[in-house]
């Protein structure tokens, strides 16, 4: 697609810009977007371009996620080096606001006094979950975990019920937030804050 840009942006400046064209995501998979500039008479033609991978995963109800086939990810204490990728549509966002990402385990955490011991859906050392890896002075990071887009357009009541295990003494917070396909939802239930014990407790929007 290649369209012109009327207006004129001033130096450290930016514009929002609408295609005219709209790309076609419809079907569900992995897309890498590039977009570039031509401006006659630039000195810097290496400064004009930018690209991000976009993951398109719609699913309908119900869904049940167990992470039982998430590929295992490093568990070192690297803070947020250790880029995890996830299944099944669930992505960690790649994003300025997002630090570090969710990685799946299986057994205990690697750091003593914090996290589960097992997941919760099998209860047992072979079983998947994703967590995150404060050790190390890792602290005051964000992560965003991303679902796939569920269809809701044939569900007479939409609802969500997860276990989550926030068990340390440096304990983050939890925050639920819903994208309705137009607007961010935040906080859809209250966030949970601070050690909440060695236990897995459900959660349900």
């Known amino acids: 697609v290649n369209e012109i840009y009327t207006g004129t942006i001033a130096p450290f400046d930016s514009a929002a810009y609408t295609f005219a064209a709209p790309i076609n995501l419809s079907a569900n998979g992995t897309y890498t977007l590039k977009t570039w500039t031509s401006?006659?008479?630039?000195?810097?033609?290496?400064?004009?371009s930018a690209s991000v991978v976009l993951t398109v995963a719609v699913i309908t109800s119900?869904?049940?996620?167990?992470?039982?086939?998430?590929?295992?990810?490093?568990?070192?204490?690297?803070?947020?080096?250790?880029?995890?990728?996830?299944?099944?549509?669930w992505v960690n966002e790649d994003s300025p606001a997002d630090d570090i990402d969710f990685r799946t385990n299986e057994g205990p955490t690697p750091t003593s006094s914090s996290g589960p011991g097992t997941d919760h859906t099998t209860a047992s050392s072979t079983g998947n979950y994703i967590y995150l890896e404060a050790s190390n002075n890792c602290f005051f990071q964000q992560a965003n975990l991303l679902s796939p887009c569920i269809d809701l357009s044939d569900a007479d009541f939409g609802q969500m019920t997860f276990w989550y295990h926030m068990y340390g003494s440096s304990m983050g917070v939890l925050h639920v937030d819903v994208f309705d396909g137009n607007t961010w939802l935040?906080?859809?239930?209250?966030?949970?804050?601070?050690?909440?014990?060695?236990?897995?407790?459900?959660?349900?929007?």
């Open 62 to 89: 119900p869904v049940v996620e167990t992470m039982e086939n998430f590929s295992l990810c490093n568990t070192s204490s690297d803070c947020g080096a250790t880029v995890c990728l996830l299944g099944n549509g």
């Open 39 to 48: 401006y006659p008479g630039d000195q810097n033609i290496y400064s004009d």
């Open 186 to 205: 935040n906080d859809v239930i209250p966030a949970v804050s601070g050690n909440q014990g060695n236990q897995w407790l459900q959660g349900s929007i």
